[in-house]
């Protein structure tokens, strides 16, 4: 049934004040915009006076499989976190990972996100239902999603420069029992996954694979899974150089930076998708933009893990194709895109104080828009409210606090809006959200399913979470050798780094 949304202030163009409009929606896309558009008497009218009408926020980083342990891990480096983190996430029913994609997605859609790339990780490794189970959830939401299957075939180990050499032998025996992901059994889930999954939803749902880190992959298995998104047309994402010891790791492992490393395997390109990519140089940058690669900007979860600030200013001069995320909600704690725009708008400016090249409202807007819908793979589909796009479209109350008075409607949706004003969200001309209440699934029975799972998750996880205190003193140990360790560009806000402790 065609829609009209009648008599809002659309936002066509970031870089253009919005203006008053009718939007007219034709099955999953959007046929007209312009004022006083008709529809036939079948048509259903959504009143959107007082409304501004914005496209649908796109989520380019963030994980199904650690919403339900938001706000649990605190005042750690990516390094330790990642151990406690792995305590919650093992062994989770495909009922579990259900769940926690769902209340993740849910947040996204009630905070006008339509559209996530997702890296799900499931422990000890992936499933046909695991996997299926995210698919799922999204679709049940209504969300459309990219998800790269989290993968890896190398010990934990592998990933931090020094630390096995650090472990006493009682420390390397039990690590030792945390097997690493069999690669044949992980490939061939892939592949079934894909082929039940990419493409479902009406198209919503594309998959792919997502390798780690390059780190914790072996060389043979890089390659097949950048064979698999090849040989379909998939996305293929993986995180780059989030910290100083992860990007350190690399260099001493390969004699190569982790870009180059990826460069050198083919696996950069227009379908790649690179999250945080903070400890990158001139040269890795330079690949990232000539490879067309999509960088995935996270920047309140690099500011919560103390990872850095991305070289995003320097990105977008050279040419770099930026995306932005929230990550996962163990590590930025929430699934709202408002946050991730404000910090993204204004982190940078502590890097240059020459104010010029500090991005605006309408450029980190586009971020989580055209951006995003580049990174996801739905490029030239969503980001605009423009005639022949789908029709994935949010509805902000603009008799909200955050736009009075109504100064510049682009910099208060950046700098003032929280996600609290949405009011109704379309996705493929759908509405998943109206009036601000979710019109998919039952949220409130969700939530109280999520309450239950974290009071079980509180106690099986106590065995796994003995274990990442036992390795937390080694950890550290070569977490802050690598972090003392020269490299060519300094991403912290400061030079504390060199007077690290020796330990």
Sequence with gaps: ???????????????????????????????????????????????????????????????????????????LPLEIWIQYLAARVLNRTPRDVYVGAAIGAIEMARTGTTCACEMAQVSPWPTDETLGAVAQAYADVGLRVSIAAQVFDLSFLESLEGLETLLPADLREATARR??????????????????????????????????????????????CRDLCRERDLTFQAHLCETKAEAYTAQVRYGQSATAKMHALGLLGPRTVLAHSVWLDDADVDLVAATGSVV????????????????????RERGCHVALGTDGSASSDNQ????????????????DPEYERWPSAADVLRLATVGGARAAGFEGQIGLVAPGYKADLVLLDLRSTYFHPRNDLVGQLVHCEVGSSVTTVLVDGRVIVRDGRLTTVDEAALLAEADEIGQRVAVEMQGPASLARRLEPYVRQAYLAANRAPWPTNQYASDAYRHLPQQ
């Design 179 to 224: 097997r690493p992901y069999p690669r044949a059994e992980v490939l061939a889930t892939l592949r079934r996954v894909v082929e039940r999954w990419h493409g479902a939803a009406d198209g919503r749902i594309r998959f792919g694979a997502g390798p780690n880190l390059v780190t914790l992959c072996s060389d043979e298995f890089l390659e097949a």
């Design 1 to 75: 049934m065609p829609m009209l949304i009648r008599g809002g202030l659309v936002l066509t163009d970031p870089d253009v004040p919005p203006t008053r409009a009718d939007v007219l929606v034709d099955g999953d896309r959007i046929a007209q915009v312009g004022p006083d558009l008709t529809a036939g008497p079948d048509a259903e009218v959504l009143d959107a006076r007082d409304h501004l009408v914005i496209p649908g926020l796109v989520n380019a980083h963030t994980h199904a499989h650690n919403h339900l342990a938001k706000g649990a891990i605190d005042r």
């Design 296 to 315: 995935a900007h996270n920047p309140l979860s690099n500011l919560k893990l103390g990872a850095g600030i991305a070289p995003v200013l320097k990105m």
């Design 336 to 351: 709202n895109m408002f946050g991730a725009l404000r910090g993204a708008a204004i982190v940078h400016r502590v890097v």
